[in-house]
């Protein structure tokens, strides 16, 4: 939401609309209300006051309202950038609202009257198009595939370059010819696809190789966990469910936990296990948390505050590693499930051997040179040190030796102790 008045051509903005935007950033909101009301009433075609009391019809939580004032700017002020910016807000807040009561159809009109007005305003189109793809997943799981495909569309034509995005619009047109598939046959029935899902560590190029797998076999790219941080590693079982027929590779930080375990079994999906060095791991992290800062290894002279970020960055992070390791270690030597460990130092040393263990797994002929080429790219992700080991503290390599040491029948030498 924008602060500001428009300046609409030829006029200049009135004292009393200056008094009124610096009272509503003051949270002062009547002695607003009365300014902006006197600056309308002087002049009825004032979009300047109008947009004023449409933002203050936000603070105090009446959408409805706002919608009439910014609608009624946009009419005295058209294409301003400020105007435009909330009334695009507003409604991409109501359409969500609406998706969330479950009043779909109202969702989908006040997201499409948003994306009418936002050829005059470019830089709405990435956040307009995370809450088209919210709406068009909503739509799919509610059965109403057409219409979840008319907002994936939509949100393809605002950001041409996202990945994600057209993977979901894939993803529902697999949906819908399956679905048609299924009418003209009668079946009741369809047998499973084939499911990959790569997981592994953060910082170890995951994107890059689920990207290599999908498009080497030419199968969808599916999104199996909630769209929500806390769900993160966890598998969703509406969302298997739903692409439960058609062949995919996904990416997901996935957690061997008995309730994924058990839903890997049900849905036949084959994990690829990416895993590298913890201390490169923790490195990465740091790197991209702390990016002015540049690695060496640790000298008798070296700055605390390096220590510090990683210290930090282990407070956060290497409890997690070790667990998601761990448990992935026991799951597959139990044989749990049938999957395939990686390690991003082997595949930048040796990409050609690992795309062999890859295809050999994925059990279908596919260019190994797409996967060579991604697994390549790992070696951009190497450290600075020569042994990232030497950029940690012995307090440090301690901590983390006891975190393993919870662990006694999981042998952690893979990932570097």
Request: glycine share 6%; proline share 5%; charged share 25%.
């Amino acid at each position: 939401m924008t602060v500001d008045a428009p300046s609409t051509p030829g006029r200049e903005q009135s004292a009393l609309v200056q008094r009124a935007l610096l009272l509503l950033r003051r949270g002062k909101l009547s002695e607003a209300q009365q300014a902006l009301e006197s600056a309308l009433a002087d002049d009825p075609a004032n979009a300047e006051a109008m947009n004023g009391l449409g933002i203050l019809s936000v603070l105090r939580g009446d959408r409805e309202r706002a919608l009439y004032w910014f609608h009624q700017a946009v009419r005295i002020a058209p294409g301003n950038p400020e105007v435009l910016n909330n009334l695009i807000d507003v409604l991409l807040e109501r359409s969500l609202a609406a998706m969330k009561d479950g009043r779909l159809d109202e969702a989908v009109a006040l997201g499409f009257e948003a994306f009418g007005l936002v050829e005059a305003l470019p830089a709405a189109k990435p956040r307009m198009s995370v809450v088209f793809v919210t709406i068009s997943d909503t739509l799919h799981r509610a059965g109403r595939v057409d219409d979840a495909i008319r907002m994936a569309e939509a949100a393809a034509q605002l950001t041409p370059g996202r990945p994600s995005v057209h993977s979901h619009l894939h993803l529902l047109l697999a949906a819908r010819k399956q679905e048609c598939g299924d009418r003209a046959r009668g079946a009741a029935e369809r047998p499973l696809g084939r499911h990959f899902l790569v997981t592994g560590f953060p910082q170890s190029g995951l994107e890059a190789l689920a990207e290599a797998v999908r498009s080497s076999l030419g199968y969808v790219g599916a999104q199996l966990a909630e769209p929500s941080y806390h769900t993160e590693d966890a598998l969703s079982e509406s969302r298997l469910r739903a692409v439960a027929a058609v062949d995919t590779v996904s990416r997901l930080h996935c957690a061997a936990t008995e309730e994924n375990i058990s839903l890997m079994r049900r849905f036949a999906i084959r994990p690829m296990i990416l895993v590298r060095n913890v201390y490169d791991t923790l490195l990465s992290w740091r790197r991209s948390a702390f990016p002015d800062i540049h690695f060496l290894p640790l000298r008798s002279t070296h700055d605390a505050a390096i220590i510090q970020q990683i210290d930090i960055i282990m407070a956060e992070r290497a409890a997690w590693l070790v667990h998601f390791y761990a448990q992935w270690r026991r799951a597959t030597e139990r044989k749990a499930v049938d999957a395939l460990w990686i390690t991003a130092e082997a595949a930048a040393a040796n990409p050609e051997e690992t795309a062999v263990r890859i295809i050999r797994f994925l059990g279908r002929p596919c260019p190994e040179e797409t996967i060579v080429a991604a697994l390549s790219k790992l070696a951009a992700t190497a450290p600075e040190a020569p042994e990232s080991g030497d950029s940690f503290t012995d307090r440090q390599k301690a901590a983390i030796r006891r975190l393993a040491d919870q662990y006694p029948d999981v042998d952690f030498s893979t990932i570097g102790f």
